[in-house]
């Protein structure tokens, strides 16, 4: 069940309030980002209408990672390729015990939805949280975000766990993999087997994308 401290965060970030007394980087980038082009709710329809604001936005992204040495020219060569995933390409870090995941945020409208997406996964499923590596530059001059994520060994998950785990904490089945919470307004998609992994009977949620309708 959700916790009290986690709905009161949770409720900040989708009215757009600035994220209090976190220090990770993910919650300050969103801060920026929120402070610098307010804060919509997602509509789907208006996706191609927000490229211009995306490009705004990764302008801005681009100034503060390279301000702030953030900016990674290339992955180090110890990293080994394992895959891409829909807007991932993902590698084995060289401590074994993490991937890391080059992301450019294709399936979000904004970069400011993406970044609300990430701090909300990384207050639900803290087991499977993100750190923030950095940014770099990607085919065509994209931007992409570099973050890092534990590495679960496991089983993929059975459906119908993923189902129950999510109803109980106030997300209803909207249609195949895809959940929605009234509460918060809040879309989580995509969430086949593959993107929670069963390990000793817990699951561990990989990969996550939550948009804010609210």
């Known amino acids: 069940m959700i916790s009290n401290e986690i709905r009161r965060k949770l409720q900040n970030i989708i009215r757009g309030a600035l994220i209090e007394g976190e220090e990770d980087h993910c919650s300050a980038i969103?801060?920026?980002?929120?402070?610098?082009?307010?804060?919509?709710?997602?509509?789907?329809?208006?996706?191609?209408?927000?490229?211009?604001?995306?490009?705004?936005?990764?302008?801005?992204?681009?100034?503060?990672?390279?301000?702030?040495?953030?900016?990674?020219?290339?992955?180090?060569?110890?990293?080994q390729y394992l895959t891409?995933?829909?807007?991932?390409?993902?590698?084995?870090?060289?401590?074994?015990?993490?991937?890391?995941?080059?992301?450019?945020?294709?399936y979000y409208?904004?970069?400011?939805?993406?970044?609300?997406?990430?701090?909300?996964h990384n207050l639900l499923f803290?087991?499977?949280?993100?750190?923030?590596?950095?940014?770099?530059?990607?085919?065509?001059?994209?931007?992409?975000?570099?973050?890092?994520?534990?590495?679960?060994?496991?089983?993929?998950?059975?459906?119908?766990?993923?189902?129950?785990?999510l109803t109980f904490n106030g997300f209803q089945n909207t249609r195949r993999q895809d959940y929605y919470n009234e509460e918060f307004g809040l879309v989580l998609e995509d969430m086949h087997d593959e993107n929670v992994i069963s390990k000793d009977g817990t699951l561990f949620f990989i990969d996550t994308v939550f948009y804010i309708m609210k």
């Open 30 to 79: 969103r801060n920026l980002l929120s402070q610098s082009f307010g804060s919509n709710p997602t509509i789907k329809r208006e996706f191609e209408s927000r490229s211009i604001l995306k490009e705004e936005q990764a302008c801005l992204l681009k100034s503060y990672a390279k301000n702030n040495n953030f900016w990674i020219q290339t992955l180090s060569s110890g990293n």
């Open 84 to 106: 891409r995933g829909g807007e991932s390409e993902i590698f084995l870090a060289t401590d074994h015990r993490h991937v890391i995941k080059v992301n450019d945020a294709i």
């Open 109 to 120: 409208a904004t970069w400011l939805e993406y970044f609300n997406s990430l701090v909300i």
């Open 126 to 165: 803290p087991s499977t949280a993100y750190e923030f590596l950095g940014f770099t530059s990607c085919k065509e001059d994209t931007l992409c975000i570099i973050l890092k994520q534990p590495f679960i060994e496991g089983e993929q998950a059975d459906l119908a766990n993923i189902k129950e785990l």
